[in-house]
């Protein structure tokens, strides 16, 4: 592993242990056995790579539910809403430092400018593979929809996060959360 590759995962620990505020230079040049200087080199900036670090962190949980995931139920069935769900709410416990730290880093960003351009572009593309993986929708031809499709599945994904960080007792399973989508559509188309 060369320097770059060690810096991105000393980044990667140090951000699911002491959090964004409270990770130094000092800490992921220690997590990665080299020296201050090879951040600037090798990233520009401290706060470049924990966003590098970040996003890794997140595509790594995404590629590991892609990997145990059996064979997937039509794209935008009921189905694959349910499937989707219970396989993410069993990941929360192991991704809980993780969980946590988008949190942190979603309100950090309201205070530092930089870090909020940073979440809300991630919150934003987050919100385009959930209109394209879990409904088949492509941003480039389906525009709003794509758009409209991805926020809601965002909301509903943040607030899932907010949830279980909070209140694990009252936490829903899938089941309610399909049950609840079911019952609200019903609602909405009059049936």
């Known amino acids: 592993m060369g320097n770059r590759e060690a810096l991105l995962d000393g980044a990667k620990r140090c951000l699911l242990e002491k959090g964004y505020a409270k990770t130094t230079a000092r800490d992921i040049a220690d997590a990665a056995g080299v020296s201050l200087a090879a951040i600037g080199y090798h990233y520009g900036s401290k706060e470049s790579l924990l966003e590098q670090a970040f996003m890794a962190a997140m595509e790594e949980w995404v590629e590991d539910d892609d990997e145990d995931a059996p064979d997937q139920p039509p794209t935008g069935s009921l189905e694959q809403f349910s499937r989707f769900f219970e396989e993410i709410l069993a990941s929360f416990p192991d991704r809980k430092p993780l969980l946590r730290l988008n949190m942190e880093m979603g309100i950090e960003g309201m205070n530092n400018e930089a870090l909020g351009r940073f979440m809300a572009g991630a ?14 929708l492509d941003p480039e031809r389906d525009g709003q929809l794509a758009q409209s499709v991805g926020s809601f599945y965002s909301v509903l994904m943040t607030g899932l996060v907010a949830q279980y960080l909070m209140d694990r007792e009252n936490f829903p399973a899938a089941a309610d959360l399909t049950e609840g989508l079911l019952y609200i559509a019903k609602r909405l188309l009059g049936a």
């Open 123 to 136: 919150v934003q593309y987050g919100r385009m593979e959930f209109a394209r993986g879990l409904q088949g």
